[in-house]
């Protein structure tokens, strides 16, 4: 994925999806009339068209005052301004750039080093310190690419000169990289904290358990499939290797300590805790490895600054189109859909997780939270389901999404990586999608799972 890929994004034309957005505009001119109807017909047309997302949430938006005269046009500027007019969005850039600093540092292969002593000894030892790695990672970047980009350049190259199967290699890989947003800090968790309204900290927070609950689920399936294949061990335990890698990578592995810790007992705010994360990689770096240069700073900085352009225009286009949907009752409309069901707990959950999985595999996760939130967040709320809880949920679905095509960020970033075939890395990654729709089952009809830490620590 190039540093633009988000506004670059293209969906391509497929059958499904146009029979899908059909579908979707029957039901929506049904419930909503004429009107709203043209502003979802727009913004899909747009996107199989090939526009880029930003442009087309913010040109469908306009279209729809335009023509509806509802309101003056210059509503979209204003709107699209106070949608970035939030505090936590400051913590997204400081993320971004803490994230390519520690890949760009060398801290990727200490962490895969350390990994490998602790876990290596285990049957399909290669596949368990890919998922250990992982979830060390996750507590640095806060998102799933950065984690397919660079720790998977390091976990591929070492599971094949060990003998492991492509596609094995490649499923865990991906699948693993979902652990990146779930455990804090989290991008997609700040994005959803800003248009839920919900505390980034509590979030954070949530995240903590589901996180390590994917990486056990995910390491009982490579223990599975590891048995069935016979993959057997990659190393001898040993306290002297253990002591070694450790001594190499302590630094390293204080990030998430500070990260965490911090925000945990309240030493600093979420984006607080960005800022300390990017000096403490600075640190790291400059002072310490001595691993940057200044022209590495000079690139890392430059795509920092483009991929939050994105990010933000987004958000902010994002933001107008959600203002639309909640001043049209859209949500309301949705409830009434649903009839009897509406009131149902487990009927809300499971509609919000079918409408999250369809939207993950066509959208981008920034630009579906944004849209999506607004919509499912009111149904969820009426029948009781905490705000919290519902972040994680949602953030989970579009993770699956990350791995499913039409889009599949993750795994076309894997197969630039790895330099294999689009069809191939899809073969790999299906196996590992059953353990990771499991763990979004718990979470959903398991609230305590996301909400005990926040509670014990916030409430």
């Given at each position: ?17 146009l ?11 049904a ?5 709203l ?7 899909f ?6 526009v ?11 279209m ?9 046009d ?7 301004i ?5 505090f936590?969005?400051?913590a997204?850039?400081?993320?971004i750039?803490a994230?390519?600093?520690?890949n760009n ?10 990994a490998?002593?602790?876990?290596g000894w285990?049957r ?8 250990g790695?992982?979830?060390v ?16 350049t390091v976990?591929?190259k ?13 499923g ?8 990146g ?19 980034v900290?509590?979030?954070f927070?949530?995240g903590l ?17 590891s ?5 057997t061990?990659d ?6 290797v ?8 302590i ?20 984006t ?17 490895y ?20 994105v ?5 902010a ?5 959600a203002w ?19 009131d149902?707990?487990?009927a ?5 997780n079918?409408?999250?999985l ?11 939270i944004?849209i999506?939130?607004?919509?499912l ?21 579009l993770?699956?999404?990350l791995?499913?095509?039409p ?6 970033v894997l197969t630039?990586v790895?330099?294999?075939?689009f ?7 299906i ?26 620590v916030?409430r």
């Amino acid at each position: 994925m190039s540093r633009l890929s988000m506004l670059r994004w293209r969906a391509p034309v497929v059958t499904p999806l146009l029979s899908a957005l059909a579908l979707l505009g029957c039901v929506v001119l049904a419930l909503t009339g004429y009107h709203l109807s043209f502003l979802f017909f727009s913004l899909f047309t747009m996107l199989v068209l090939g526009v880029p997302i930003a442009i087309s949430l913010a040109g469908s938006c306009l279209m729809f005052v335009l023509i509806s005269g509802q309101v003056p046009d210059i509503v979209v500027a204003h709107r699209m301004i106070n949608g970035l007019d939030s505090f936590p969005l400051l913590a997204i850039p400081f993320f971004i750039f803490a994230g390519s600093l520690m890949n760009n540092a060398g801290i990727t292969g200490r962490i895969f080093d350390f990994a490998k002593a602790v876990m290596g000894w285990m049957r399909g030892g290669l596949g368990h310190v890919n998922v250990g790695a992982s979830v060390v990672f996750a507590g640095m970047s806060g998102a799933a690419v950065a984690d397919a980009g660079g720790l998977g350049t390091v976990e591929i190259k070492a599971m094949r000169d060990a003998g492991y199967d492509d596609e094995f290699a490649l499923g865990i890989t991906a699948a693993s990289s979902t652990i990146g947003p779930i455990i804090p800090p989290s991008l997609p968790m700040v994005i959803y904290g800003v248009m839920a309204s919900a505390s980034v900290g509590q979030l954070f927070a949530a995240g903590l358990v589901p996180g390590l609950l994917m990486a056990l689920i995910l390491m009982l399936m490579i223990f599975i499939i590891s048995r069935r294949r016979g993959y057997t061990a990659d190393a001898i335990f040993s306290w002297r290797v253990l002591g070694y890698t450790f001594k190499r990578a302590i630094l390293s592995l204080m990030t998430p300590m500070i990260i965490i810790g911090g925000i945990i007992t309240g030493a600093f705010t979420p984006t607080e805790s960005a800022v300390a994360a990017v000096v403490y990689a600075l640190f790291l770096g400059v002072v310490f490895y001595r691993t940057l240069r200044w022209r590495q700073l000079l690139k890392v900085s430059m795509e920092t600054i483009e991929t939050t352009a994105v990010i933000m225009f987004i958000v902010a286009a994002a933001s107008i189109f959600a203002w639309i949907l909640t001043s049209n009752q859209v949500t309301q409309n949705l409830v009434a859909l649903l009839g009897p069901f509406a009131d149902s707990k487990l009927a809300v959950l499971m509609f919000s997780n079918l409408v999250l999985l369809i939207v993950g595999c066509f959208m981008e996760t920034i630009a579906a939270i944004t849209i999506l939130v607004p919509v499912l967040l009111p149904m969820a709320i009426a029948v009781g389901v905490d705000p919290v809880h519902f972040g994680v949920i949602m953030v989970l679905n579009l993770m699956i999404g990350l791995l499913t095509p039409p889009v599949g960020m993750v795994l076309y970033v894997l197969t630039r990586v790895a330099n294999v075939s689009f069809e191939q890395c899809m073969r790999g990654t299906i196996p590992f999608l059953i353990p990771l729709f499991l763990c979004l089952m718990l979470v959903t009809f398991i609230p305590s799972l996301s909400l005990w830490l926040p509670t014990l620590v916030y409430r």
